[in-house]
Structure formats: C-alpha cells, structure tokens
C-alpha cells in the first residue's frame, strides 16, 4: 500500500532492555521489511529509524501533530512514577518518561504496552522497586492493549498492530487487557512435554536422564499450567524453539509481576 494508506506507528522506549524490540525483528509473517514498508507507516523507533538526534526528536514531534487521534502508539518499557517520575529523563529538557507518555497518548488511536515491563512493569518494578515503575495502563486514561511477555514473540506483537490495522478495532482481551487469540490457553494446554506430564515423568534435576529424554520440567520448576501464552504454539524466532523445547521451565513471563510472583524459577 501506498505509504499514506498505512497506518502511522509511532514506538516509544521507557525503561526496558531492548528485547521487545529484538523479538519484534525476528518477525517472518511479514518480515520486518515487509511490515515497515508495506504494512505500516512507522513513524519513530529509537532502534532501526534512520533520524538521529534534533531531527529524530523533531520527528516525533510532527508525527504527534500529523497523525493526531490516528497513531497507533508502542510502548517498550515500565513507566517510573516515584520523585515525580524523574528516573527516566529525555532530551536536553529533562522531560521525564511520565510527561513523554502522558502527552504521547494523547495523540494516540489505539495503545499497545509491548512487553511486560510496559504492561505490568517489569524487572524494575519487582521489589522493592526503586524507581516506583508500573505498567502504562495505571498512568493512562485510555484503554490500553497489553502484550506482555519478557519478551512477547514477535507474532503476538504484529499480530496485534495488524489485528488493529486489518479491523479498525482493539481485540478482545481477558482480564489483564492481553488479546485472547494469544493469551488465551496455558503454556501447559499444548506443551510437547505434556504427555510426560499426564504419564509422571517428570525431570527431577537438570542433566538427568529424565531431561535427556525430555520429560516433563514442571518438578524444576516450570510455571507453564499458570502462565498464559502461546509459545507452545508458535514458539520464537521463527517457529525455532521456545524455553520449553530448549529445556528450560517457563518462568511466567507474561504473567503480571511474574519476577517476584513466580520465584523461584526452578523449583515447583
Ligand atoms: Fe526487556 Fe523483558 Fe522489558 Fe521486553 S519485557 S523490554 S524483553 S525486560
Ligand atoms: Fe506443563 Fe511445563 Fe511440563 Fe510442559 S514442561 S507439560 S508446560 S509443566
Ligand atoms: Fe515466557 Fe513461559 Fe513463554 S517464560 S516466553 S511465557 S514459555
């Protein structure tokens, strides 16, 4: 589609690590050049815009006026809100993190709180939180799409820009705001190791012989029967693998406050 048939995204970085984003490139169905250049009309992304400097942040600006009402708006990160919000600071201003977001979703059509640091407030929000982080929704007074996950796949995250784009309308969620056509089942519902689990055969210790037959993980700790998503299904970069499959328990990471709500990671 031409580009002014695109819907503009704007993404906004918070205090996160990146790795939303870095999910967000392994994207296949589109790739990410697919989805940048015929999808979408993206209009900032600290990662891969090509502006740098006065001219990205005059960038953003114009995109707020532009597209006013009319952006879809990405989040990556948690929101400090303690001191007034000044743990996260932008430009030569000092604007913090707080003000940015306020006045940004603003300009916003639809909000999407991309990872969970964005949608529950993440690793800087587990105790005893420092810097008073929360997810965007608690600061916001727009509904908010949460696709929480540490990080989300890329398919959770496309898929709901374009669940947005292709309806015109925010998907249906369960009760923390995720859509349900991603968070909808338990990691346990469709995990490959679940017919050990039915059977009881279970890892009893990393390395056994139980783990290299591929047993059941949920006796070192995996969180997958109370965590809700679908890497079982669509597993991360590009259908590859997924924590399960590499041996690993699901730590519950798109669970809210899973840092400190699901320790420990490796026992029951
Ligand atoms: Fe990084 Fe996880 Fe936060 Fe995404 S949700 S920015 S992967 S810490
Ligand atoms: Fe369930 Fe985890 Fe065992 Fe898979 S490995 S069957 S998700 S407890
Ligand atoms: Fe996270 Fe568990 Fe999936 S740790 S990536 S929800 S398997």
């Not at 328990?249 to 420990?264: R, T």
């Amino acid at each position: 589609a031409e580009v002014s048939d695109r819907l503009p995204v704007l993404w906004l970085h918070l205090a996160e690590c990146t790795g939303c984003s870095e999910s967000l490139l392994r994207t296949d169905t589109p790739s990410v050049d697919d989805l940048i250049f015929n999808y979408i009309n993206l209009q900032y992304h600290d990662t891969i815009m090509a502006a740098a400097g006065w001219q990205a942040e005059e960038n953003y600006e114009e995109a707020l006026n532009k597209f006013k009402g009319r952006l879809i708006l990405c989040v990556e990160g948690g929101v400090p809100t303690k001191d007034g919000g000044e743990y996260l600071t932008f430009g030569p201003h000092a604007e913090t993190g707080l003000e940015k977001l306020k006045r940004t979703a603003e300009a916003a059509g639809a909000i999407i709180a991309v990872g969970t640091c964005s949608a529950f407030g993440g690793i800087q929000a587990a105790a005893p939180n420092p810097t008073g982080a929360v997810g965007i929704h608690k600061v916001l007074n727009k509904p908010v799409i949460n696709v929480p996950g540490c990080p989300p796949s890329a398919k959770n995250i496309v898929g709901t820009i374009l669940y947005v784009i292709l309806f015109g309308a925010l998907p249906a969620v369960d009760n923390f705001n995720r859509p349900k056509f991603a968070y909808g089942l338990r990691i346990h519902d469709l995990c490959e190791r679940r017919g050990h689990f039915d059977a009881g055969e279970f890892v009893e210790e990393f390395g056994d012989t139980g783990a290299e037959n591929g047993f059941c993980l949920y006796k070192v700790g995996c969180k997958g029967p109370y965590t809700f998503n679908n890497c079982s299904r669509e597993r991360f970069n590009q259908h590859t693998s997924w924590p399960v499959q590499a041996g690993h328990g699901c730590i519950g990471c798109s669970e809210p406050d899973f840092w400190d709500a699901m320790k420990p990671y490796e026992k029951p």
